[in-house]
């Protein structure tokens, strides 16, 4: 188990507060030492470059006196809410809490400011949300883009009509942060492979969403090191594979039936964590005109974007599009597919979590949940009460397009179970959701406030 630490925090810029200098103290007595740390808290408008590493005084080294396994400070995770301009506080109260934990590197913040469209906020009016809504909602758009297929027809059907999205505080807000949820993603992915600066994991979340990094790092990271240094198993035999293996997890996966399979999507609240080998997936150049020699996953995309149609695994679901190949060139990457798509298409009409649910199942980013694997701790479920049968189904429709992995057996279908319960909007006598509790691994609808207290009563602090 990582050792725990406690942090000690000093704005430099207490008005910018673009960096935090953390004082960690171990109370692991072989290594007593003292390293300060540079954290970033970053603006993502305002951001050329990231931190290349989490500093640390004993990477790797074992305790002064031969004692004990090795500690992996080596693991890095950074983290990109998508927040708002007008509500900088609630990030910043996320950094000095979850987000001070020693793997922490990049803590990076998008807002208004990262709007593909300028001022979408400020100049989208009800009327626009009406007429956006309206266009989302009609399959002539998606034939429009040669992608009407039952994945956009099911997505017309779910997109937000115009009396429920009245109901938010924000409509136009709402509506122009779907589309700044992805290109911020591509933005910061694009950095990564800029330098050639992936971290570990990239965590993807909502700046009301709490997170118990130490239960998060130590089911992604730790537990599958522990199992394939101590007992030589491989990540194609883990349920959670170590950071290189091209995986999605949700925080709280949604599942629902979708045109004779079924449709999962990451409840974005609770977090989406994509693997280094994910974000470098996302990043491979896809050559189509023979060029150079190109793998499975390469050709695949290919057919798909090309159209070739000529087996069944070029048949739906396999060749379903959101219109995106429109954009793509021989030699670009999904990132620069999605980059260009994002910013050029007339009406992004999707909401964010159902992109992540897109390229995890349907562009492969995203390894199949391997149902017969180990298990690195507690938590998959299928030993409980209320397991993920789907995640054990051999149907195999449902198994070619069953991605998207679920973080700690946290599933919001016909029941609802793990993460998923935690949400500090329940009602009092709520028998479906709670109010999250200290040792609870993530939660959503944290207020500032709470999301102190939940950190301080956890210990971790």
Avoid at 60 to 69: L, T, V
Avoid at 178 to 196: K, P
Avoid at 428 to 451: G, K, L, Q, S, W
Wanted: glycine letters at 6%; a negative charge.
């Amino acid at each position: 188990m990582h050792q725990a630490t406690r942090l000690f925090f000093s704005d430099e810029d207490s008005n910018a507060v673009q960096t935090v200098t953390i004082t960690e103290m171990s109370t692991d007595p072989d290594i007593n030492r003292k390293t300060v740390m540079k954290k970033s808290f970053l603006l993502l408008n305002e951001t050329k470059s990231l931190l290349t590493a989490v500093p640390s005084s004993t990477n790797d080294m074992p305790s002064s006196a031969g004692r004990g396994p090795p500690r992996h400070d080596h693991f890095s995770i950074d983290v990109l809410v998508v927040g708002s301009q007008f509500k900088l506080s609630a990030a910043r109260k996320q950094f000095q809490t979850w987000g001070s934990h020693s793997f922490v590197r990049n803590f990076i913040v998008s807002t208004e400011y990262d709007d593909p469209i300028p001022d979408c906020n400020s100049n989208t009016t009800i009327d626009d949300v009406a007429r956006i809504s309206q266009t989302c909602k009609d399959g002539r758009f998606w034939r429009s883009k040669n992608a009407f297929n039952p994945l956009t027809k099911h997505w017309l059907r779910a997109f937000g009509r115009i009396q429920w999205l009245k109901k938010k505080k924000n409509p136009a807000g709402w509506v122009c942060a779907q589309r700044r949820f992805i290109s911020s993603l591509t933005r910061v992915i694009d950095l990564y492979h800029a330098d050639d600066i992936y971290p570990d994991y990239l965590i993807v979340a909502d700046d009301d969403t709490y997170m118990n990094l130490e239960n998060v790092t130590d089911y992604l990271l730790l537990g599958p090191q522990r199992l394939k240094e101590e007992r030589g198993i491989e990540d194609d035999e883990m349920y959670v594979p170590t950071p290189i293996s091209p995986t999605i997890f949700a925080g709280c996966r949604v599942r629902s039936g979708l045109g004779g399979m079924i449709w999962t999507i990451p409840y974005g609240g609770f977090g989406t964590f994509l693997s280094q080998g994910a974000m470098k997936r996302l990043t491979q150049s896809i050559h189509c005109d023979g060029s150079v020699p190109s793998t499975e996953y390469e050709q695949a995309i290919c057919d798909k974007y090309l159209h070739n149609y000529t087996s069944r695994l070029n048949s739906y679901p396999f060749s379903a599009t959101i219109g995106e190949e429109a954009y793509f060139q021989s030699g670009d990457s999904l990132n620069q597919v999605f980059m260009k798509y994002t910013n050029e298409i007339d009406y992004f009409c999707l909401h964010s979590d159902w992109f992540f649910g897109y390229i995890a199942n349907f562009l492969n980013v995203s390894r199949h949940v391997n149902h017969k694997g180990e298990l690195p701790i507690m938590g998959h479920g299928r030993a409980e009460v209320g397991r993920s049968m789907f995640d054990e189904d051999e149907n195999t429709t449902h198994y070619e397009v069953n991605r998207l992995h679920t973080l700690m057996s946290s599933e919001f279908s016909r029941y609802i179970q793990g993460n998923c319960i935690y949400s500090n909007d329940a009602k009092e006598n709520d028998r479906t959701f709670r109010r999250c509790v200290p040792n609870a691994t993530i939660c959503h609808y944290v207020a500032e406030e709470d999301m102190e207290k939940l950190y301080i009563d956890s210990g971790l602090s």
